[in-house]
């Protein structure tokens, strides 16, 4: 049993609007992200501070402290799962697939959580998998006011996953969608 925890309460503000409903080749950011999820997940939460995302059929969550960033969007999501294990997808990035979420997965061990990790200490922490246990270490950083997830990784049992090991890897994967120059790119890519 593995639940999905879709970020989409990020601010958005170099994109300008909800970035999750923006349409890549008519299809908004977020149904791209819940193909990748749902072949592998029993529950999908979407982890966002607006009611845009309530015409889906999944759980809306907002953050437990709005204003925090994405550990605590990860943090809401993850005290509202009903399972150990989860992927988190963030939802501006919307080439990820279920094969490369299922490629983390598998080789996340026994850790807490498992990240793509493209050089040494660069991290692609809103892609990967977190226990539910990681929750009690959370929430010491945020008594501590600290929300960085890199300094979250270094205090609990962290695997970083070489994507680049995997045969099917292709850094455009990883294409993430900031602004509307972003989308354009992706719209036009062959």
Sequence with gaps: MITGIILAGGESKRFGGEKGLALLHGKPLIEWVIAALRPLCS???ISANS???NAYPYRVIPDVSPGKGPMMGIYSGLANSGTMHNLVLSVDTPLVSAAL?????ENAGDTMIAVPQMAPQHFE???GYYQRDAISSMETF???????????????P?????LQAWPLFQPIFLANVNTREDLDALQNRE
Excluded at 101 to 105: A, D, E, P, S, V
Excluded at 158 to 162: A, E, H, M, S, T
């Design 125 to 127: 922490p809103l892609i």
């Design 43 to 45: 529950d999908i939460l």
């Design 142 to 156: 945020f008594a501590q006011h600290n929300y960085k997830l890199p300094e979250l990784f270094r205090s609990l």
């Design 158 to 162: 962290f695997r970083g996953i070489d």
């Design 51 to 53: 009611a845009s995302y």
């Design 101 to 105: 979420l299922h490629y983390i997965f």
